[in-house]
C-alpha cells in the first residue's frame, strides 16, 4: 500500500448485500473501503495490493439495468494465491512470482463477480500459504511483510489466510476469501475473531489457486458473521470440468443462507471433543457449551479421538509429494514473465535473493524436492492412511459410535506473540486437524475471549455436511454474541484491564 494515514478509532458500518438495495452502492461500497484500507493497513499489513480497475468496475455495475446479485456492493479481498483478471498479480506473498499477471479469474471468483460482488484487492498471506519452513512466521511474506492482529498488533494473524482475517476483524471489508490445507482458514478466523468456513474439499473449486494438496486444498469464506459465508459461500461453489475433486459439487450445494435457522440446535446430538481442548480456553469453552446446552442441545462427552502424532506423519508425506507436483504443473501455466517454472527454481530464487531468507528457511521445500512422485508406493500407503484414519476411523466413527451429528471443540489457542527470532510458538492444535486431513466441512464461530485476545469454537461433520454445519454454528452464534471487536492495541499487555496488573502493588 502506498498511501498512508494514521488510524483513527470509528465504528465500521456496512451496507447489507441485497438485491433489493437501490442506487449507486457498489461504487459508495468500493470507495469506503478502499479509504478504510488505506488508514488501516499501515498498521496491519493486511493487504498487498488495491486493484485499481475496483471502482470502475462497481460504477459499471450500478448502472447495470437488471436484479441485483445477492452480494451485491459487498467488497470482498482475495487471498493472494487465488488468481483474477487484471492488473495484479498472484503472488502467494513470494518475490518470485511478482510478475505472475495471469488475467485469469479463478472460477470461484467467477462466482463472485456473478453474484455482484467487488472484489477490491489481494490480501497477504503466509508466504508460499506457510509451507516452506518448519520454522515460519506465520503471516510473514516477502512481498507483503507481517501481518498484525487488529486486536493486540504484536500478535500473531495466524497462517497461511491471516491478511484475509485480518482485514476483515479491523472492518476493512465485510469477507475475504482464504484457502486451507490444514488450519489455514479457521486458525486465522479463530485468533482474529471471525467466522471462517473451511467447505468440504470439493464444493469449491481450485483451479487458477497456487496449489500445496490437491487432497487437502480448498478455498473458503471469511467473514463477520455466518449468514455472510454462507450468502458467499452459495457464489463459489460449484462444479469445475478442471477440477476433478468438484464433480459432486453442483448436486451437493445448497441455498445456504435461507437454510440457516436459530433454532438450528434444538435436539441435535453434539459431540464434546475433549481430546482436543484446553491450551487456556477452558473457561470461554465451558460458556460456549453452555449456550449450546441453552439452545437445545444434548451434548455428548468424547474423551478419545485418533492421534494427531499418527495420521500427521502420513499427511506430512502427503502434502510435499502433492505441492512437488501441484507447484510444478501450476508454473508451467504462468506467464513468460515468470522466470521460475518448477519448485527447484523457486529454492534456487530463494538462496538467491537475501529478503526471502533473511527471517527463516525453506527446508520444508528442499523435503518437497527430494520427493519420488505421485507414483510412489509410500505416497499412495500414506494418503490411504490419512485418509482412513481422520475419516472412516476419525470423524465418521466418532459421529457414529457416540451417535452425534457434528463435533465442536475450541479451534486455537488465543493469538501468541510474533517472534522473529525462535518462529511461530504455537500453544496446541485445536480440534480442526481431522476436518483438514479427512476434507470434511468445519466452521469456527466466535466465542469469546482470553485475557482479551479473541477465540473460537469449532463446528466440524460429516463429508457434505455444510449446510448443517454452517446451521449449527449459526445458531450458537446468534446465542451468544461473542464476537470481540479489535482494539488496535501496541500489545494486549497494555490493554486498560491488564496493564496495573503487571506494574509493582502500590502500599
Not at 27 to 48: D, G, H, K, S
Not at 358 to 385: K, M, V, W
Not at 472 to 491: C, F, I, K, M, T
Amino acid at each position: 500500500m502506498k498511501r498512508a494515514a494514521a488510524f483513527v478509532a470509528a465504528t465500521i458500518v456496512f451496507a447489507a448485500p441485497a438485491a433489493a438495495q437501490s442506487g449507486p452502492l457498489a461504487e459508495a461500497e468500493t470507495r469506503a473501503a478502499i479509504e478504510r484500507i488505506e488508514r488501516l493497513n499501515p498498521q496491519l499489513n493486511a493487504v498487498i495490493a488495491v486493484d485499481p480497475t475496483a471502482v470502475d468496475r462497481a460504477r459499471a455495475l450500478d448502472r447495470m439495468r437488471r436484479a441485483r446479485g445477492p452480494l451485491y456492493g459487498m467488497t470482498i479481498l482475495l487471498k493472494d494465491n487465488i488468481e483474477m483478471a487484471g492488473p495484479l498479480p498472484t503472488t502467494a506473498g513470494s518475490l518470485a512470482l511478482v510478475e505472475n499477471i495471469t488475467n485469469r479469474d479463478a472460477p470461484l471468483v467467477t462466482g463472485l463477480r456473478n453474484a455482484d460482488a467487488i472484489i477490491v484487492g489481494k490480501a497477504n498471506l503466509s508466504e508460499w500459504a506457510n509451507i516452506r519452513s518448519s520454522d515460519s512466521i506465520s503471516g510473514w511474506s516477502a512481498v507483503g511483510g507481517q501481518v498484525r492482529n487488529p486486536h493486540a498488533l504484536d500478535r500473531n494473524a495466524c497462517g497461511s489466510s491471516s491478511g484475509s482475517a485480518a482485514a476483515v476483524a479491523a472492518g476493512m471489508v465485510p469477507a475475504a476469501i482464504g484457502t486451507e490445507t490444514d488450519g489455514s482458514i479457521t486458525c486465522p478466523a479463530a485468533v482474529n475473531g471471525i467466522v471462517g468456513f473451511k467447505p468440504t474439499v470439493g464444493l469449491v473449486s481450485r483451479t487458477h489457486i497456487v496449489p500445496i494438496s490437491a487432497s487437502q486444498d480448498t478455498a473458503g469464506p471469511m467473514t463477520r458473521n455466518v449468514r455472510d459465508a454462507a450468502l458467499v459461500l452459495e457464489a463459489i461453489a460449484g462444479s469445475d470440468p478442471a477440477d476433478p475433486a468438484t464433480a459432486e459439487a453442483d448436486r451437493r450445494r445448497e441455498p445456504y443462507a435461507a437454510r440457516l435457522s436459530a433454532t438450528a440446535l434444538r435436539g441435535q446430538r453434539i459431540g464434546v471433543m475433549r481430546f482436543a481442548d484446553g491450551f487456556g480456553t477452558d473457561a470461554a469453552f465451558e460458556q460456549a457449551l453452555a449456550v449450546l446446552r441453552a439452545q437445545g442441545a444434548e451434548l455428548v462427552e468424547i474423551t478419545e479421538g485418533p492421534s494427531r502424532a499418527q495420521y500427521g506423519r502420513d499427511e506430512f508425506l502427503v502434502l510435499l509429494t502433492e505441492f512437488k507436483a501441484g507447484l510444478n504443473d501450476y508454473l508451467a501455466t504462468t506467464p513468460a514473465a515468470v522466470r521460475t517454472r518448477t519448485l527447484a527454481d523457486v529454492i534456487a530464487f530463494n538462496r538467491a535473493n537475501p529478503r526471502e531468507l533473511a527471517l527463516f528457511g525453506q527446508n520444508i521445500f528442499e523435503q518437497a524436492e527430494a520427493t519420488p512422485g505421485l507414483d510412489s508406493e509410500a505416497y499412495r500407503n500414506a494418503r490411504a492412511n490419512s485418509l482412513r484414519a481422520t475419516g472412516a476411523e476419525g470423524i465418521d466413527k466418532l459421529l457414529r459410535d457416540h451417535n452425534v451429528v457434528a463435533l465442536v471443540g475450541p479451534t486455537m489457542p488465543a493469538a501468541w506473540p510474533i517472534d522473529a527470532v525462535h518462529g511461530d510458538q504455537y500453544p496446541g492444535a485445536g480440534a480442526g486437524g481431522l476436518a483438514a486431513v479427512a476434507g470434511y466441512p468445519h466452521l469456527t464461530v466466535p466465542m469469546g475471549q482470553v485475557r482479551g485476545l479473541p477465540v473460537g469454537l469449532s463446528f466440524i461433520g460429516p463429508k457434505w455436511s455444510d449446510g448443517l454445519i454452517l446451521s449449527l454454528g449459526y445458531a450458537y452464534e446468534q446465542a451468544s454474541n461473542a464476537r470481540v471487536e479489535p482494539r488496535l492495541l501496541p500489545s494486549i499487555e497494555e490493554a486498560p484491564e491488564i496493564a496495573p496488573l503487571l506494574r509493582p502493588a502500590t502500599r
